[in-house]
């Protein structure tokens, strides 16, 4: 097993990175050993990684970002860095290494106060690692401030620090930043390629596997969560109903209200476990007393962390609508494969009856709309749009057709 196992259908992407690694790890020990550096290399100092969602464009960076900290012995007997087992691989891989720094958005942006430790950080040498690695994992969320700030770190990075963005495309980052990285673009897995991980990583069923893996459309993350958790999979379920809900403007208003509420309801599940934890682990660093009690100047810290953790419940919540929304789209063009005749696979074969009822009773042109309103509500939220604002004007689309 290696730090590459993991990249499901991505094997040219793989090997791409496992020849850089390899070069970075000869540039380290020729410095260390005061000898001369290879004169070409496949390693270079600033990394964008792009794909559709679920591909895995931030699990290829962070399986990077392993493989260059990778202190395993075999390096020296001519072998791969990127063991998958060793101190540095294993702390990098779980986000605990010391000279691996990971950024990702609290909110619905990466503001430049959230960066500026960060990109401080990128101009000192690695602390005990073989590399000193930034990782942001949502390089589209980069506002004004904050992406000049990597601009600038991007442009004259210290010797032994390596940026890693990753983002859907490459139009999502500034062509200032995209033109200073090497780009590595990641594609959707097939089916069969997410079903097998999840066999063979998770131990799942067969077939538990390969519905799940056909549900998401190849979405790693999505795919597992789903064959294994029962939450998520009643979630889908209550709004793959939705299409059958839109008769009638009551209907329309209840359906969008459900689902927002639904939303707010797993963002406020996934914040408490997460908040809780940071809450507490940051009142143990401040040296709180027994019973909770804080240390004088401390207040404007907690109140830091809980604007923090406000943005990202935000941010959770637009996430869950837009997992629901994607689900919603996937129906729809499943409608459609079968208003067509299409012989594609159909994403929702467990939901084949109402499929088959919207299909009788609608037409491609307006299958097509529906599809359209999804998509305008997904721009409304991305706006800033009241969710239950947009997500009734979509319900009402849907009913018109």
């Not at 503001?111 to 930034?134: C, E, H, Y």
């Not at 097509?368 to 998509?375: D, F, G, H, S, V």
């Amino acid at each position: 097993m290696t730090v590459w196992d993991d990249l499901v259908g991505q094997e040219k992407v793989s090997e791409q990175l496992d020849a850089a690694a390899r070069d970075a790890d000869a540039l380290v020990t020729a410095a260390a050993a005061d000898a001369p550096l290879p004169e070409a290399s496949r390693m270079t100092h600033a990394w964008l990684f792009t794909g559709p969602p679920g591909a895995g464009h931030t699990q290829a960076a962070r399986a990077f970002a392993a493989a260059l900290q990778c202190v395993s012995p075999d390096r020296a007997l001519g072998g791969a860095p990127g063991c998958g087992f060793c101190d540095g691989c294993h702390t990098a891989l779980v986000g605990t290494h010391a000279d691996v720094t990971t950024v990702a958005a609290v909110g619905t942006q990466i503001l430049a106060d959230d960066m500026r430790d960060t990109v401080r950080k990128s101009f000192t040498s690695p602390a005990n690692g073989r590399w000193q690695v930034i990782l942001v994992e949502d390089a589209e969320r980069l506002n004004e401030k904050s992406a000049n700030a990597v601009l600038k770190a991007v442009e004259e990075p210290a010797p032994r620090t390596v940026w890693l963005l990753c983002a859907p495309s490459l139009e999502d980052v500034l062509p200032t930043i995209r033109s200073r990285c090497r780009h590595l673009n990641l594609r959707t897995p097939s089916v069969e390629a997410v079903a097998d991980m999840l066999v063979r990583r998770d131990g799942l069923e067969p077939d538990i596997a390969f519905a799940a893996a056909r549900a998401t459309q190849g979405h790693v993350d999505r795919a597992r969560r789903l064959a294994t958790d029962e939450r998520a999979r009643a979630r889908r379920a209550a709004v793959l109903k939705l299409p059958l809900r839109v008769d009638d403007i009551g209907g329309c208003l209840r359906a969008a209200q459900e689902l927002v509420d639904a939303a707010t309801e797993d963002s406020k599940q996934l914040a408490e476990e997460v908040d809780a934890k940071e809450t507490q682990e940051l009142k143990t660093a401040l040296g709180a007393a027994e019973g909770g009690r804080m240390p004088r100047g401390t207040a404007g810290v907690m109140k830091e962390l809980e604007d923090r953790q406000k943005r990202r419940r935000t941010r959770t919540q637009r996430d869950s609508l837009d997992q629901a929304l994607t689900d919603l789209t996937g129906f729809y063009r499943d409608v459609l494969a079968l208003q067509l005749g299409s012989r594609v696979a159909l994403a929702n074969a467990d939901s084949e009856d109402a499929l088959e009822r919207l299909a009788r009773g609608g037409t491609p042109e307006s299958t097509l709309r529906r599809i359209e309103a999804i998509a305008a509500c997904r721009e409304a939220l991305d706006r800033n749009v009241a969710p239950l604002l947009a997500v009734e004007a979509m319900t009402m689309a849907l009913r018109a057709g």
